[in-house]
């Protein structure tokens, strides 16, 4: 029964995050069309340096979830935790614009960007309503009614979609378009109040500095993983904003776009687990555990390691088509990032678990054993060879982060992935990379179809149990 639950809302979580992938996968090339690689590079190092005040919510929201997966048969600290965690992050959300606003020139000033000050300066409104959704998401991720997440972040998407484009479309540029953001924020948050109306009425100040406390203490001990999550998945781009031009991170962005986009496929998988996992083991029920450790794992790596030999193989033919001829230096940094991604991709299906495990400090740690090395390479390999030396350094930061997490994981919480089956997969998945090398002048289109569909029906024949592949059906129940 429980599988089958967990199918279900991993289903309507991964449904919505492929409609908001659709969204942001038509959004890039149309913002690169009007606005240039140029263009497209302010946007994004717009907000990779508002990322880094994700750090602010002092992990309000991961508290949040794990609190109210707890507390949810008790109403009372139930209604306790997410009236602190609403007016907490409302608070900490003004502070955050507030102080944005005032460093707004000394931050562009770094990456000598002068004409993205007004731009954050513009962007500091979203900032409160950002933080007063995300405890609101949090709240209904924690009771797990993820047919609603999943329609707020369908919701979401659609309104950035319109609100964005429209205005770049009609010439407004990006300063049209994060007035756009700022719109679309602020409906999706009033949205987002009407399906906390219940809430809302059982609001309390009741144990307001006790409960206050006790989810500041668990969030702020993930505000270090925050900051290290930030530096590992945005160095990339912060550093190629330094040494190089707008234009390059506009290239680059194209080539982390696609091969990122396969995360919501972990990332839908990490938002279902993680109260599940915080609710066996508060219950103390360390089989179920592993069996979602062990399900987690193996479902990323099926489906990723497919997508990602595909998206290898017709990368050039997808950025060609969608970006030009201009955005061609990005399919290099695309196959190589696409590596990382993936291994990346199967470990970030079970993240949460050391959360869930009431051990948030590993949230920062692992991550942070990655840091030093993804810096250092970044440092030395952008100046010497662009973008696809910042590629390089973020593959071998995310192999060496997902080796250290598997060993911990099975040290400290006794959690052990089946290395026989993986030692298969990643024995599959080379043989297949060779076997398209070493064919590719027989014909691109059909051996890009044929190596990758032979791979996936032996993934699915040989190296999914039938219980595995009752659960992706499941799936595809829901997706329809």
């Known amino acids: 029964m429980e599988g089958k639950k967990f199918a279900y809302d991993v289903g309507w979580i991964f449904s919505g995050s492929t409609f908001a992938l659709i969204l942001s996968f038509i959004t890039s090339p149309v913002m690169a069309y009007y606005i240039g690689a140029s263009g497209l590079g302010l946007w ?25 997966a707890e507390f949810k048969d008790d109403k009372n600290r139930l209604y306790q935790a997410v009236s602190t965690s609403f007016v907490i992050s409302i608070i900490l959300g003004i502070v955050t614009a507030v102080a944005l606003f005032i460093t707004a020139d000394i931050i562009t000033g770094i990456f000598n960007m002068p004409s993205l000050t007004p731009l ?13 959704v995300e405890s609101i998401i949090a709240t209904l991720n924690g009771l797990r009614e993820m047919k609603l997440v999943s329609f707020l972040n369908v919701t979401s998407k659609s309104l950035n979609f319109g609100l964005v484009l429209i205005p770049i479309i009609l010439g407004y540029g990006i300063k049209g378009a994060v007035i756009g953001i700022i719109i679309a924020t602020i409906i999706y948050a009033f949205i987002a109040m009407f399906f906390f109306s219940n809430f809302i009425f059982h609001l309390t100040f009741s144990k307001f500095r006790e409960t206050a406390k006790k989810l500041l203490h668990f969030g702020i001990q993930t505000v270090i993983s925050g900051i290290v999550s930030i530096i590992l998945y945005r160095i990339d781009v912060l550093m190629i904003g330094y040494f ?20 919501i496929i972990p990332q839908s998988i990490n938002t279902v687990s993680y109260p ?15 069996k979602l450790f062990d399900r987690g794992l193996k479902y990323s790596a099926c489906m990723l390691a497919p997508i990602g030999l595909g998206l290898a193989i017709f990368g050039k ?91 911990l994981i099975n040290r400290i919480l006794r959690l052990k992935p089946d290395a026989k089956w993986f030692g298969k997969a990643i024995s599959l998945t080379i043989l297949a990379t060779f076997v398209y090398s070493f064919s590719m002048s027989i014909n691109h289109y059909i051996m890009g179809i044929l190596i990758p569909g032979l791979y996936l029906s032996l993934v699915w024949f040989h190296l999914m ?3 595995d592949r009752m659960f992706v059906i499941e799936l595809f129940k829901i997706q329809r």
């Open 317 to 407: 033919d997808a950025i060609l088509l969608l970006y030009g001829t201009k955005f061609l230096p990005a399919v290099l940094p695309l196959q190589i990032l696409l590596i990382g991604a993936v291994v990346r991709g199967v470990i970030m299906s079970i993240g949460t678990i050391w959360l869930s495990a009431g051990r948030p400090d590993m949230g920062y740690k692992l991550p942070l054993i990655g840091v030093g090395p993804n810096i250092l390479l970044n440092y030395v390999l952008i100046p010497a060879y662009g973008i696809v030396g910042a590629a390089m350094a973020t593959m071998l930061s995310f192999l060496l982060n997902a080796s250290v997490s598997l060993l």
């Open 244 to 263: 190089m031009t707008s234009t390059e991170v506009g290239i680059y962005s194209v080539a982390i776009g696609i091969a990122r986009m396969i995360w």
């Open 44 to 68: 994004t190092m717009l907000f990779a340096i508002t990322s880094l005040l994700g750090v602010t919510n002092l992990g309000i929201p991961g508290a949040t979830i794990k609190y109210v």
């Open 276 to 290: 599940t996992f915080s609710y066996y083991w508060g219950k103390g029920e360390h089989d179920e555990v592993n």
């Open 120 to 132: 954050l300066k513009l962007f500091l409104l979203t900032i409160p309503f950002s933080y007063m």
């Open 465 to 467: 149990r039938k219980e």
